[in-house]
């Protein structure tokens, strides 16, 4: 499964002084620590970024990509700030992902163009202007929609990455389960199946702390005995590393060895 490393984000205190102050140091060593703990991929969010976000995201994309060789997650609302980080990404080593566009019409309009406009992959929120719908089904109608508007962009279907959006437990248990289903839908609306993402932590927010870790990791193994293909993740957790690499084995995705918890 591909782990998409979430802790570059400008809601963290370090992280988002370090932006601020151009100080590549934290940001760096972050990225560094991500990609030596299994992320295959970095998320790098400024936030709106409604003053120079277009210099932020460039400065953000070339520091990062200095010391991680690895694709990046271009994290923003503002449509000129992540055509500035898709203009700097470096493709060496992967194509950028756009997070990302969903089914309000606005923000589906600005985003997907882009993904078209520079060959980039693009994660696709099933929420619209009402918000997140309370059934799997309804959730996939949206869904369909990203798609076909992403066929008028030239977007290939396998350059989607699906969002059912996870509520957080304590306060939407029954969402829970409409998210892991709606991950099971989105496997049928294409042939090949279309791929999946999510941000993973959401479902234990407001829970106990002592309880997060526990939540965040059984919920990752059902959702990908359903078929997740990716998820935004802290890789600096250990344990849910451990889970990815154990659920990966049990279900015939990676060859088993005595060591498959190194690799």
């Keep these: 499964m591909l782990i998409i490393g979430e802790r570059i984000n400008v809601i963290t205190k370090t992280q988002r002084e370090a932006m601020q102050k151009r ?7 972050m990225a560094k620590n991500q990609v030596r703990c299994g992320a295959g991929m970095l998320d790098i969010n400024i936030g709106p970024a409604e003053d120079d976000g277009e210099g932020l995201m ?14 990046l997650c271009l994290d923003t609302t503002n449509p000129a700030a992540m055509e500035a980080g898709l203009k700097a990404h470096d493709n060496t080593w992967g194509r950028a992902m756009i997070n990302s566009a969903s089914g309000e019409e606005e923000r589906l309009n600005c ?16 929420l619209n202007k009402q918000g997140i719908p309370a059934l799997a089904e309804d959730r996939c109608a949206i869904a369909a929609e990203i798609m076909g508007k ?5 977007v290939p279907m396998e350059d989607i990455y699906l969002d059912p959006l996870i509520m957080p437990v304590p306060f939407s248990q029954e969402k829970s389960l409409e998210s892991i289903r709606a991950i099971r839908m989105f496997k049928e609306l294409n042939d090949p199946p279309m791929k999946t993402v999510v941000g ?9 702390k002592e309880l997060r870790p526990l939540l965040n990791r059984v919920y990752t193994a059902l959702l990908m005995y359903e078929g997740l293909d ?14 990815i690499k154990t659920t990966d084995i049990l279900m015939g995705k990676t ?9």
Excluded: F, R
């Design 58 to 71: 460039d400065w953000m994309v070339k520091t990062v990509q200095e010391v991680a060789h690895v694709p």
């Design 200 to 208: 993973l932590s959401n479902i234990s927010n407001g829970a106990p």
């Design 23 to 29: 100080d590549k140091g934290p940001i760096q060593e």
């Design 111 to 126: 985003m997907m163009p882009l993904a078209g406009k520079y060959n980039s992959l693009i994660i696709g929120l099933t």
């Design 255 to 263: 060859l088993y060895a005595h060591s498959y918890l190194e690799m």
């Design 150 to 154: 992403a066929a008028e962009c030239g």
């Design 230 to 243: 990716s998820a935004i993740i802290d890789p600096l957790e250990l344990e849910m590393i451990q889970v």
